[in-house]
């Protein structure tokens, strides 16, 4: 179909929801549709060719949503802002039209390779096993390790350091830190990407993958000085080396002392000499940590109290 459909908004401008029947999920029907705006941008809009890439139309949508249930919230990557909306308690919509809050940062002030950064597109989000730290991901459209972007959202073309998970408090909106990986990539890119929170006592951990970078786990419990505490990053640097898109916890029952069981995905750019699904254990000084029987990444439940 060419063109966007009667009367719709044509950068998209919605969320859709989808009601999947568990004892017939291929009746699954779209329950209905949520509107998506970004309060406070001047053009109400993400636009491509501002983050270097030409040719890509602009819009207005959100990317990698979570639900913390018991808390009644929703994170959501916007791509121009993150958000964080209200869950209503009696029909389990999110109020899309009224954010709790909205963040943003295109700018780095100190242009590429020094301490600020500036977002490229949000991407993803997930919350702290508690729910009062929640985890943006800014995927890069940039080049290099850590990747860098000419972002010109504010009219002047600026090298800009992007690539960053950002750590948020959930109830402010203010951001308290954000994170690169500091291993060298030659030649490779190490934007962030898919991740999610290990439920720890007492801790804050995120899987979180870096594509050239590989995989890690970043121990937030200091939330303004997070820091990572274990890594996979195959040589050679490149694509031939660690590739990694995804990077997650599951574990349904683990043993007091036994290692911490994590799984990835590898080879996004060069899919020939990609390892495909990969599974890692690392000893990282856990205390007790909770199983589940059940995993969905983009729906927390509130399993430690």
Known sequence: MNGPLAGRDPLHGVIQVV???LADPGASTELTELPINYPGDPDNKFDPQEHGLAGFPSLRACHDMTVFVELGLV???CAEQAQL?????????PDTANPIWVFDDSTDTDGAGGGDSAVDFWHSATFSWDGKVVNFSDESFGDGCPPVTTITESGTPTDSDTGRTHFLDTATGQRQSTFMISRPEPGGYCSTH????????????????????GADI???????NPREIAFHDAPPAGAAGSDNWTHYWYERNPKPGSPLRTYGQDGV???????GFQAFDSQVGLGRRTGLDHLNPQTQERVLR
């Open 85 to 93: 909306w209200r869950l209503n308690p009696t029909t389990m919509l």
């Open 194 to 213: 898919q991740g999610n929170v290990i439920p720890t006592k007492g801790r804050y951990l995120l899987a979180q993958a870096w594509y050239m970078g």
């Open 269 to 275: 750019h060069n899919p020939p000499t990609g390892r």
């Open 218 to 224: 970043i121990d937030f419990t200091s939330v303004r």
């Open 75 to 77: 994170a959501a990557a």
């Open 19 to 21: 009601e999947v029947p």
